[in-house]
């Protein structure tokens, strides 16, 4: 059964960084493009950022561009997403989710197959 695992998650200051991981088991990592998602309270589900299979390739919502870097590390099944020059309005819930197709920069959720819980970011002003 597919696992992605977050962690990394916290509070913060505005103007603070974190980073963030997520760990993928029983999957063949290297073949998925993975992407970042973030959900606040009483909001729907956005996109973050995404990075293909071979990381070649990174795509970035507009609000987080310059701020944010998705990487991945396929040795260790794992990709990161580095949060710079955090803001209030970054806080959410991140998930991580894997696309077994390819489909880039699969910016809708429903484009995504398998979802980690999530790691909660909340920035303080």
């Known amino acids: 059964q597919v696992q992605l695992v977050e962690s990394g998650g916290g509070l913060v200051q505005a103007g603070g960084s974190l980073r963030l991981s997520c760990a993928a088991s029983?999957?063949?990592?290297?073949?998925?493009?993975m992407r970042w998602f973030r959900q606040a309270p009483g909001k729907e589900r956005e996109f973050v950022a995404a990075?293909?299979?071979?990381?070649?390739?990174?795509y970035y919502a507009g609000s987080v561009k310059g701020r944010f870097t998705i990487s991945r590390a396929n040795t260790k099944n794992t990709v990161f997403l580095q949060m710079n020059s955090l803001k209030p309005e970054d806080t959410a819930v991140y998930y991580c989710?894997?696309?077994?197709?390819?489909?880039?920069?699969?910016?809708?959720?429903?484009?995504?197959?398998?979802w980690g819980q999530g790691t909660q970011v909340t920035v303080s002003s």
């Open positions: 989710a894997a696309d077994r197709f390819g489909r880039w920069p699969g910016v809708r959720p429903d484009e995504n197959d398998y």
């Open positions: 990075m293909t299979w071979n990381g070649r390739s990174t």
């Open positions: 029983e999957l063949t990592f290297s073949n998925y493009a």
